[in-house]
């Protein structure tokens, strides 16, 4: 099934064509707008016969979408590492209501508490689920490569920044995404143990519905972080999303 996302041309049967103006993935509502018509007409995928401009069905939980995009850039993020982009890390962590989960990327020196930032390479599960793309150019569904490309032409002089060896990162990355996905993704937050003390294993999420607990092997925490002891990750002013 192609993917959605505000914009894309639809077809009803009462209504005519027209395109998309909201989506959301968790619940399967989408807004559309019509013809001349001034207000925008709610829709559910699962019961309203909507359909793409050239008539394929839009059918909702045929494959459950990803609530959040993590897993397509652990995805990419493994490519670059592959290529020789070692120096580009993946901080996700949840919001504080734990509704999502927000995704940095960052480049240059593995610094977890003073990330650089730069436009588009941020971003959160909220702002996902009614558009889902990164923000960088790409498109809804795109792969690993296809995001890869969209981020080179996007902002090459960001993503040159990443080119260099941290062997050291790269294999434990490497070893994580083995551990996870397709199905999860891991999570930066802190854990505290029984006996108080910070924990050094990764939480584990499911990125879809339907996903079983996640049974696999413990995942320990990226180099350097153990060292850390910061509640929260983020000083409040920097918080966008």
Known sequence: M????PGTVIFHRYRGYGVLTAVNLLTGWVSARFGNEQRCLDLNLST??????????ILFRLSPPDRMPHGRLMEMVLKLHTAGYQRLYLYSWPKDAGMHWRWHLFTGCRTWLQRPWREGWYGSGADYIFNPVMGWGDLPGATADELIDALARFDPEGL???LGEDEEHAVWFRRICEAVLPDYMYSLEK???PDGSVSNVLPVYPLRQ???DYDGPSLP?????????????????FCYF
């Open 48 to 57: 309203d016969e909507v359909q793409h401009a050239d008539g394929e069905p």
């Open 2 to 5: 192609k993917p959605i996302a």
């Open 210 to 212: 339907g996903v079983p």
């Open 221 to 237: 925490c990226p180099p350097g972080w153990s060292k850390l002891h910061y509640v929260n990750p983020i000083p409040r002013h």
């Open 160 to 162: 040159a920044n990443a």
């Open 191 to 193: 854990r505290l143990n």
